[in-house]
DNA sequence: CCTCAGCCTTAAACTATCTTAAGCTCATTT
DNA sequence: AAATGAGCTTAAGATAGTTTAAGGCTGAGG
C-alpha cells in the first residue's frame, strides 16, 4: 500500500505520531493513473492535493492560440496542486462542488502513474485536528516558493542557454525522462531553439 | 503605534484572541527606514521576517556584470525576507548568527519606510505557542506562490508588452510609484525597450 | 508488416529585444 | 550659478529567439 510512502514523506518533514499517521492514512485515496490521463483540467475546480508516488506529472496552461506553457513538473515524493483554484473555496462552501474559481490549468501524467489524493474537506481535518500538518504543508510551500523565486530571477535575468545549462543541472533525472519538446515549453523557448541551443553547448 | 496595523493585518485573515494579539505585540519591533537604505545585503543571514507598514521596497538580486534584477517589489502590508536565508537555519542553530545560507537578495527601499519585523526565534515562539500562526503564515506563503506562478507563467508565455500591460493592470498602484527603470527590471527587459513599449502602447 | 504520429534536427527569413550612444529634463549637490 | 546624476527617450546596428518548412527517425497501433 503506497499510503506508508507517504508517511515515510511525513515523517522526513516532522515526525509523525502513530496518530497522526492514522489520520492520514484515512484521508489518503491511492489512484493509479494511465499516460495522458488528466487529473485536473481547464475550467474544472482543484479539490484535492495530489502526492506523487510515481510517475511524472506536467501541470500547464493552453494559451489563445493552443499552445501549452508547462509551469511546473511533478515526480516521485512531490506535491501538484492548483493552489489559486483548491485554496478559492471558503469552508462555508465545501459542500458545494461549483464554489471556488475554476483552475486555468491542466494536469497530466506523462508517464504511468500512481497518486495519493487528499480530498480539501479531509485536508482542512487534518489542519485543524493535528495542527502539526499546518507546519508540513507551511514547509513545503515554501520549499516550493523558493524554487519558484529561483525560476522567476532566471527568466528575468539569463538567456535560455543559460537556462536549459542550469535545468540540466537542477533536474538532472527530469532531463533524462522528457521529452525535449517538454523542457522547451517549460524554459519558454520554441523546441526549434532549443535543438540549436543543444547543438552550440555540444561543440563545446 | 504601528503594532496596531500588523494586528488588524492578522485579524482579517484569521481573528486573533487578545492573548494572540499580545504575543504579536511583544515580538513586534518598529524600525523606520530612509531612502535607499538597506535591510538585507548580499551576503548577510536573513534573520527576519519584514511586513511593511508604510513606503515601498525592492528585493533584487545583483549579476556577475553588475546588473540589478527586481525579483519582487513590496508595500503597504506585505511581508518581504529571504525565505531561502530564512529558512535554511535549523532550530539548533538559532543561537548562531552564521547558521544558514547567505542571501543571495538585497532589500533596499524605494521610499521612506515604516516596518514591523519578526525575528527568527519570536516567529518560531509564535508558531509553537500558538498555532494559529502557522495556519496565518501558511496562506501568506500560500497567496505569494500563487502570484508568483502566474508571474512565471507570463514570462514564458507572453511577449514584454503584454507583460508589461498586465503589470500595469495588476499593480496600478506601484506603476504610479515606481520608475520605469525599476519596472524594467521586474519585467526582465532593458529601460529603452521598455521605452519603444510605451511609445506603441501610446500610439495605440 | 505498414502506417502514422510524435520527436528531433536543420536552415532561411523574420521579429523581438539588447547594446551603445546621444540628448533632454529635473532634482540635488557643490 | 555650475555641476552632477538619475530617469526618460530616440535611433542605429547587433544578437537572441521565432516562424515556417522540410526531412529523417522511432515506437505504438491497426
Known amino acids: ?15 509523525l505520531s502513530d496518530e497522526e499517521g492514522d489520520a492520514v492514512a484515512s484521508v489518503a485515496m491511492e489512484r493509479k493513473i494511465k499516460r495522458r490521463q488528466f487529473i485536473l483540467q481547464e475550467g474544472d475546480r482543484c ?6 508516488v510515481s510517475g511524472c506529472f506536467k501541470m500547464y496552461s493552453v494559451d ?18 492548483d493552489m489559486a483554484s483548491f485554496h478559492s473555496v471558503k469552508p ?23 497518486i495519493i489524493q487528499i480530498e480539501r474537506t479531509d485536508l482542512v481535518f487534518l489542519f485543524e485536528h493535528y495542527p502539526k500538518f499546518n ?11 523558493i524554487e519558484l523565486q529561483n525560476r522567476v530571477l532566471q527568466n528575468i535575468s539569463t538567456t535560455a542557454e543559460q537556462r536549459y545549462s542550469a535545468f540540466l543541472m537542477q533536474y538532472p533525472d527530469l532531463s533524462q525522462r522528457l521529452p525535449n519538446t517538454q523542457i522547451a515549453s517549460f524554459l519558454g523557448i520554441t523546441p526549434e531553439f532549443l535543438s540549436t541551443i543543444r547543438k552550440t553547448i555540444g561543440s563545446k
Open 135 to 145: 507546519r508540513i504543508f507551511r514547509v513545503i510551500t515554501e520549499n516550493n516558493f
Open 1 to 15: 500500500m503506497s499510503t506508508q510512502k507517504l508517511i515515510t514523506y511525513f515523517n522526513n518533514l516532522l515526525p
Open 92 to 114: 462555508a462552501d465545501f459542500k458545494n462542488p461549483n464554489a471556488g474559481i475554476p483552475s486555468k490549468l491542466f494536469i497530466e501524467a506523462i508517464e504511468p502513474s500512481v
Open 64 to 81: 489563445a492560440v493552443g499552445k501549452e506553457h508547462n509551469v511546473q513538473f511533478g515526480t516521485e515524493n512531490e506535491w501538484l496542486t
Open 47 to 52: 479539490r484535492h492535493y495530489t502526492f506523487i
